[in-house]
């Protein structure tokens, strides 16, 4: 981290309170863009550690300005889009998405535009087996190898797996058959998302006419895809069928083909991107950590042990995994800045940042704030332990999903796809690195960060080894402890409810999904026999929205 300097001065204060203090080393005409285009998380330490709480720089005339800690961080998420507009902050989504898609809509429909049944608990429950086939498909391929770059293998892996499970298994099919071309135009599309977009969107450079290009190749092939279908007499029952086939009032098409290809975008980007990346640092972090990797072999085999396959509910019994997936994503964070434009003067404190400009938070430094996170540089994956949930705890510090009512609404299934992933992979194959472990750095050049290419890593058949009997007879404690029966009351922030439902799943008894799309709770003080139900539902709530306390 860089070392602590003394703060600017703040410049003028404006009614309702000071204005932020503005970070030193602006340079003339572009401000701090330079540097938010090539340093950007040594940047927001630098606001951090000279600005404190509030700091804010200026991109070539756009000012934003970041907000730390977890008290500042929560007034962020538990704004509403009236006060902090989500979609008004990234202006380079809008040239991805197209016009009248996502970012481009009015906040009401852009809410309902991003819902999806597939993320739904009942279709979680259905989601691992196609995780597990995709899988074992893409592990056949790779015996033919000796190495592969995570990147590409993780990229190629997740598009099919949150194609088939978000939009349908005939369109992932259909995507098959399309081989690299849809591939290399989605990456060219993301290569767009340059920091020089927040001058000027449409900037005369390559990266966004790369991405322009890219747009008007992925609808040519949604198109043939559909026009395709339509040749055949085929009547898919998938997303992409269901959109082309809606019709408005006046009997005609409700969705144009640019604008359905802008909502799959969508949904792709939200399925694969965040795997993508995490799933790569995954492995590289169990690479580094040797003795890591041991203990989570040893849990799988020992949850695997009785020959079962990979499931829903055996995607439930892996902690230590799930806590190595969530500690690759707190030092590893998707997406290192998170925005809004502020539509009415927002106040913290004796500060105010004006309507118009923009604040945001940074995941990538939030989640190494050595007052929220003991030894933020030291991969930890017991921070997520029964006794410690250091994400739960902390839900306005960890924020690698964001929070609040824009918490990526994805975020359940990511993990569950990555522990579906690596469920097979680790106990299929044994790994070691094929560069020098140093090598494998994130590209930050863009604001959707990848790693660096190459990243390659080697790979063998992994030997058959016994089961240890001392993981085997933990897993067996794990699975029949109960805590004792104590009467409760059970309490959900409705606020911040994105409508999962898993806490249905769980238990049904207490909780039941309303018809405005958020949970309700039947029962506040529900017979004692359901506590570890109830408790469970609070557990996987992605949101963390479910409370239970002691009567």
């Known amino acids: 981290m860089p070392e602590k300097t003394v703060a600017s001065a703040a410049h003028a204060s404006h009614p309702g309170g000071q204005a932020p203090p503005r970070l030193s080393n ?55 889009d009236e006060q902090l507009d989500q979609g008004a902050a990234y202006p380079f989504m809008k040239p991805i998405f197209g016009p009248g898609v996502i970012f481009d809509l009015p906040v009401e429909q852009r809410k309902n535009a991003i819902r999806t049944r597939a993320l739904r608990d009942e279709y979680m429950r259905r989601h691992a087996d196609v995780i597990n086939a995709e899988t074992e498909a893409m592990c056949e391929r790779l ?49 767009g998302t340059d920091a020089y977009a927040y001058v000027d969107p449409y900037m005369d450079i390559p990266s966004f006419h790369a991405r322009d290009a890219a747009r008007i190749k992925l609808v040519e092939l949604i198109t043939e895809i559909l026009d395709t279908r339509e040749e055949e007499g085929r009547r898919c029952r998938d997303l992409l069928q269901a959109m082309d086939s809606l019709i408005n009032e006046n009997g005609d098409k409700r969705y144009s083909r640019s604008e359905i290809t802008g909502m799959i975008i969508g949904m792709m980007l939200a399925g694969h991107h965040t795997s993508q990346g995490a799933a790569s640092w995954a492995l590289i972090e169990l690479l580094r950590n040797p003795e890591v990797m041991a203990r989570v072999v040893e849990e799988l085999d020992a949850i695997y042990a009785d020959g079962r396959q990979v499931s829903f509910q055996s995607l439930r019994e892996i902690p230590l995994l ?48 050595p007052n929220i996170f003991p030894e933020p540089d030291r991969f930890d994956p017991e921070r997520y332990s029964d006794d410690r949930r250091e994400d739960a705890r902390n839900p306005w510090s960890w924020i690698s999903f964001g929070g609040g009512r824009h918490k990526c609404i994805g975020s359940a299934f990511a993990l569950m796809q990555m522990k579906g992933i690596f469920s097979l992979m680790l106990r299929r194959f044994e790994f070691e690195f094929a560069q020098p472990s140093e090598s494998y750095v994130d590209d930050h050049s863009k604001m959707v960060v990848h790693l660096k290419q190459p990243c390659r890593v080697r790979h063998r058949p992994r030997k058959a080894g016994a089961v240890s009997a001392a993981s085997a007879e933990r897993v067996q404690q794990r699975e029949q402890a109960e805590e004792a029966a104590l009467p409760f009351r059970v309490c959900v922030d409705a606020d911040l409810c994105q409508g999962h439902a898993v806490c249905t799943g769980e238990a049904p008894e207490i909780f039941e999904l309303g018809p405005d799309e958020r949970v309700h709770v039947k029962d506040e003080t529900p ?25």
């Open 143 to 191: 015996q033919g190898s000796d190495d592969f770059d995570l990147l590409e293998f993780f990229g190629e892996l997740t598009t099919y797996t949150s194609t088939a499970t978000l939009i349908g298994q005939e369109f992932r099919d259909d995507l098959a058959q399309k081989g690299s071309e849809f591939a290399t135009a989605f990456q060219d599309l993301e290569r």
């Open 26 to 80: 602006e340079q003339p005409d572009v401000g701090h863009l330079e540097e938010f285009r090539t340093a950007p998380v040594e940047l927001f330490w630098r606001v951090r550690n000279e600005c404190g709480e509030v700091g804010e720089i200026n991109l070539a005339g756009t000012h934003i300005t970041l907000l730390y800690g977890p008290e500042a961080q929560e007034l962020f998420f538990r704004a509403p």
């Open 322 to 369: 799930e806590g190595v997936l969530k500690e690759t994503l707190r030092m590893h964070p998707p997406l290192i800045i998170l925005m809004r434009k502020v539509m009415h003067d927002f106040h913290f404190k004796n500060f105010t940042v004006k309507a118009g400009d923009l604040v945001a938070v940074s995941p990538a430094v939030s989640n190494r704030d």
């Open 527 to 551: 017979r004692k026999q359901l506590r570890k139900k109830a408790e469970l539902a609070a557990r996987y709530c992605p949101n963390h929205v479910i409370r239970i306390e002691d009567l």
